[in-house]
């Protein structure tokens, strides 16, 4: 089985803090993604990472950056924390695009408030 | 643009009944469609998927339904159990996109005992 971990299940930090939130897989996977969840919104892309050292954006990147610098371990960075990004975090590691099951595998999520 | 939609933000369905939720998609691309199914306080659980070359696939209590020319796509739980209870994702991607998957904005399936 497919094991993703996040680094906390809650976290409550006050605006202009910098915040890491960490996600490590247990396989070889090469594509990671971190996503955010709000009511009504679904899964939004904030970043995604194809490969050590390689990281793309995706739909919201603002006021968040990425760091993977070992291939089972991909950072999401909250470089000023603010109010309206409390929310759900949810990192998902994606199987290789050569075989055909292309689902993405997610963590617990990390509840993340800002006060 | 939302390129794939939930329609129903909630769903209320009785015990042993059938449960049905929906989606619509805009992007004629997707080639394959899958459904996650999410509990409070966890990630989202990986739950059936669906490539654009069929119209059905089954797996137990769970099936999904694809039709192409309306580009819509619906998932059936029957019988429904309250452990079903849960917010529903779907979600669409496109083969060799490396895993992207663009997700639908949840439906929160209600099953009352």
């Known amino acids: 089985d497919v094991k993703v971990t996040q680094s906390s299940r809650y976290l409550v930090k006050r605006t202009g803090e910098k915040v890491f939130l960490e996600c490590v897989q247990d396989?070889?996977?090469?594509?990671m993604f971190w996503y955010r969840q709000d009511p009504g919104l679904g899964l939004r892309l904030i970043y995604f990472?194809?490969?050590?050292?390689?990281?793309e954006k995706g739909d919201i990147p603002e006021g968040y950056s990425v760091s993977r610098e070992k291939k089972e371990r991909f950072s999401l960075i909250l470089e000023s924390a603010s109010t309206n990004q409390t929310s759900m975090y949810l990192c998902?590691?994606?199987?290789?695009?050569?075989?055909?099951?292309?689902?993405?595998?997610f963590g617990p999520g990390t509840r993340l408030t800002v006060t | 643009d939302q390129q794939v939609k939930q329609n129903s933000p909630s769903l209320s369905v009785q015990e042993g009944r059938i449960s049905i939720l929906n989606c619509d998609y805009t992007?004629?691309?997707?080639?394959?469609f899958l459904w996650y199914k999410k509990y409070p306080a966890e990630g989202p659980t990986f739950l059936i998927s669906i490539s654009s070359i069929k119209d059905k696939n089954e797996d137990g209590r769970f099936t999904v339904f694809l039709n192409k020319s309306a580009k819509h796509l619906s998932l059936h739980i029957v019988p429904s159990q309250p452990g079903d209870s849960a917010v529903y994702f779907c979600a669409a991607g496109l083969s060799g996109a490396g895993n992207m998957l663009t997700f639908g904005g949840g439906t929160r399936l209600m099953v009352k005992p």
């Open positions: 990472s194809y490969d050590v050292k390689m990281k």
């Open positions: 998902a590691i994606g199987t290789e695009h050569q075989t055909v099951r292309y689902e993405q595998y």
């Open positions: 992007n004629s691309m997707f080639d394959y």
């Open positions: 396989m070889d996977h090469e594509n």
